[in-house]
């Protein structure tokens, strides 16, 4: 007997096998960039200091400090991220058009990469990844490096509606404190989640569980991920599941984003970055604190 499919929904299904078929992977290795060092699609963006990329980077990369992301107003008590159309426009100034692959790196273990690829997943990018390891990944497996600077021709940075739901706020981490879902995942320092009996606004959010950025990080080869099986267990034993939502914080926002790229790369969707954590949160008097090594 035949089956009759409704045009429409050929029409999605069809659509959602195009961009299954497209999605960029978060991590692509130093033999996958390595193949399209020349492809103009694909844009490479050095995150490393400022020095670091004059003395190497690799072939082709722009580069893009951590502090252009993110910034801090005379009055603002911390740094923030940029707006939407600040971000637009430092993207177009540096080249960067919506239509390419944007593939990111520093020599930090990802940590810069990483925030710039919350960043652009959070404005829906359409491609964006991580080259695992960065800088000392590819220095270690013998991959060319150049120190002449790279620039591109500045272009339009055109932001295409709603990107992924991927920001906490304040209100929602309070909630969270509250014993409501999502899961807290305190990604700082064993010292920093402990607090300090001399600092009254030290410690970690109430019910928070902590797994150190770093943790992700597999030093000897060349500050690359961990593989998914050491990972997994340790996340799972934390109550982070692929069907519970996540949120990191850390201090400023910077390594959550990094253990955001982590989660993303292992397959977790409902992930969220507070991107001004503890600088925000502590700032409250009334908002919860607790200290020790117990969530």
Known sequence: MSRFIPKGLVAVLLAFVAAMAEAAPVLVDDAWVAARLDDPNVV????????????????????????????KPPAARFPTRLSDAELAALLGNVGIARDRHVVLYDDMGGLNAARLFWELERIGHPKVSVLDGGLVTWVLNGRRVVNEPVTRAPTTYTLDGPGRDNEATLAEVRSAAEGHSPLLLDVRSDEEYAGSPREPRSGHVPGAKLWSWDRALDLPRGFARRPPAALQPTLESLGVKKDRPVITYCRSGHRAAQTYLTLRSLGYDKVKVYANSMNEYAAHADAPLKKGREP
């Open 44 to 71: 490479l963006v050095d995150m490393s200091d400022p020095t670091q990329y004059l003395r190497f980077h690799l072939p082709g990369a722009v580069h893009l400090p951590y502090d252009a992301i993110v910034k």
